[in-house]
């Protein structure tokens, strides 16, 4: 008896061990080579992402070229694409490895990672969706508007516009870093933060719904309706400020004491 259920128990073991190396180990070997595809677009000043992208925007040598990077198995289900002055970038690159045999359930997603570099100087507006991130430097304008509903990460460093504009329904994370900002308007909504710790501005003009967290430092003005449980933290003490603060809102905490 005890000998049978030795038996019992490594078959046992052999049987997850192959289940692993079916579902999760063997498919590695299944994907291809990476590869790289280049394409000069034009006449653009938005960009939209979708799916579940690495994208970086900055200036380079040639203006408005688009690199993308993916496995040989997928990169041709890349879509890079210019309509009505926007660029749309988006990738079927998201995989349900979900398998049922008896009396086992193994639910898994495999992301084909897929990077894109955007060479640019200057854009209007950038939206973020699903589970992309989008990391944007150096570029300039008089205004941007920053829109997110993603669960990924839209970052801003060194970006040259006197007018930032924000609508945060993701749930994600918009970091916002620079010193040549000198007005901030940000509607927040859902769980997402709005980090501008690093965003050095004058004016901040501020709408907060969501139970996500700011993080803020206007030096001369602050304008804030104050509406969602989420926090808010003041890194800097403004010079005058107007505070409409709900009795369900978070709290407004000033760091600066």
């Not at 299944?30 to 925007?57: A, C, N, P, W």
């Not at 198995?73 to 009505?84: A, E, F, N, P, Y």
């Not at 804030?224 to 009795?247: A, D, H, R, W, Y």
Request: charged letters at 25%.
């Amino acid at each position: 008896m005890v000998l049978k259920a030795k038996k019992n128990k490594a078959c046992s073991s052999c049987s997850v061990h192959w289940v692993f190396w079916v579902f999760f180990i063997y498919p590695v070997f299944l994907y291809g080579t990476v590869e790289s595809k280049k394409k000069l677009m034009f006449h653009f000043d938005k960009i939209e992402v979708r799916g579940d992208l690495q994208v970086f925007v900055e200036p380079s040598k040639r203006n408005r070229e688009v690199e993308y990077f993916a496995s040989s198995d997928i990169i041709d289900s890349v879509q890079v694409h210019v309509k009505g002055r926007t660029l749309f970038l988006e990738a079927n690159n998201t995989f349900d490895l979900s398998r049922r045999i008896p009396l086992i359930r193994i639910s898994a997603k495999r992301v084909f990672p897929v990077e894109v570099m955007v060479s640019i100087e200057s854009l209007k507006e950038v939206r973020l969706h699903d589970q992309s991130n989008l990391v944007v430097k150096k570029i300039k304008g008089d205004e941007i508007l920053l829109f997110s509903n993603s669960s990924g990460t839209l970052l801003t460093e060194s970006i040259k516009y006197p007018v930032i504009k924000v609508r945060h329904e993701g749930s994600g994370a918009i970091i916002l870093k620079g010193r040549e900002t000198q007005v901030l308007e940000a509607n927040v909504y859902n769980q997402g933060e709005l980090k501008c710790e690093e965003l050095f501005l004058n004016r901040a003009k501020i709408n907060h719904y969501g139970s996500g967290n700011l993080y803020l430092a206007p030096e001369e003005w602050l304008d804030l309706n104050f509406q969602g449980p989420g926090n808010i933290t003041l890194l800097e003490q403004p010079e005058g400020s107007v505070i409409n603060k709900s009795e369900q809102a978070g709290k407004l905490i000033e760091a600066f004491k």
